[in-house]
């Protein structure tokens, strides 16, 4: 399967450059201190009070998420400890984010209601560790004193000044990113281009009729692997051949585990994450949002499509 990398790198370096710009200039016009008063009421909940503008920034950005939460690091205003804890919180609002803008307006028109049910299970995961991850940061952050303030009292300027401060801030930390980054993109680029997913996946097709899958689903798991757009023509395939709902459900679930553990998390977090954080928290934030998601779809999967 062709893939253009160039084209891949040029699109990932302008996104995270677009990033950073909108993250500089919300620092710059006091945007993100402005959020962080009017978001403060989260830290009661169970998040770090400097963190509470993180959940909301998923809803709209995750990359300006990680990038004011990186910056909060280095400066030594929060530990490591309220990292995880606002990351664990922020995978429902990601989770939101990814199926209102990438996958049901693809996925609904193809499926229907499958994609809804697919969705909504997916969901109910991500809302047990939100509950769970606030039960325990509001143990940790019991009798903390928090700032108080009134949003009035801090207002946006959002002028030249500030906009020309901001612009230069995001291009100049941009600069830094690329410079992690291409190294990174350029290691994962050989490894694709000499097999290792290839090999990965002929491994594991012994595994996959183990989980109880046929060959339609096994080749839906395999091609979801590779690029899940491509997979979902199956999907249709299935539903033409009135395959079981569960099993239909298991095959998205452990495609989309299958894509997370063989490639989304070292070919396109991992660079990603390690542009901003050392790598012992970049590890520490990929099993959050990447494998504990991953290990419920493969869990969720087996189980859809063994033992229902």
Same mark, same amino acid.
């Given at each position: 399967m062709h893939i253009d990398f160039l084209k891949l790198y040029l699109m990932? %370096? ?45 809803? @709209? ?5 990680h990038l004011h939460a990186s910056k909060l690091l280095k400066d030594g ?38 994609? @809804? ?10 809302? %047990?560790?939100?509950? %769970? ?67 990965? =996946? ?36 299935? @539903? ?5 709902? @569960? ?50 779809? =493969? ?10």
């Open positions: 990932i %370096v302008s996104s995270i450059t677009f990033g950073y710009l909108i993250a500089a200039i919300s620092v710059e016009t006091g945007f993100i201190n402005w959020l962080g008063l009017k978001t403060v009421k989260l830290s009661r909940m169970g998040i770090h009070p400097l963190l509470s503008p993180i959940p909301v920034l998923y809803l @709209v950005s995750p990359r300006a998420a205003k929060i530990k490591p400890r309220d990292l995880y804890i606002a990351a664990a919180a922020s995978n429902f609002p990601m989770r939101i984010t990814f199926l209102y803008r990438y996958y049901f307006p693809v996925l609904i028109p193809l499926i229907g209601w499958i994609a @809804v049910y697919y969705g909504l299970l997916r969901l109910l995961f991500d809302a %047990v560790v939100l509950i %769970v991850v606030l039960i325990v940061g509001r143990k940790i952050y019991r009798g903390t004193t928090k700032e108080k303030g009134n949003s009035e009292t801090i207002k946006v300027h959002f002028n030249a000044n500030t906009l020309k401060k901001g612009i230069l801030s995001g291009l100049k930390e941009s600069g830094k990113f690329i410079l992690k980054f291409s190294p990174l993109f350029g290691f994962v680029i050989f490894l694709i281009n000499h097999g290792v997913m290839d090999k990965m =996946l002929t491994f594991m097709s012994p595994l996959l009729k183990l989980a109880g899958l046929n060959n339609l689903c096994a080749t839906y798991v395999a091609t979801a692997a590779v690029s899940p757009p491509v997979a979902y023509g199956l999907i249709k395939v299935m @539903v033409a051949r009135h395959y079981p709902l @569960v099993k239909i459900l298991g095959a998205m679930f452990i495609g989309n585990a299958c894509f997370t553990l063989l490639r989304a998390w070292w070919a396109y977090v991992l660079p990603y994450y390690l542009g901003l954080y050392p790598p012992r928290i970049t590890l520490t934030l990929i099993f959050i949002q990447s494998f504990m998601p991953a290990f419920y779809n =493969l869990i969720m999967g087996i189980m859809f499509s063994r033992f229902l």
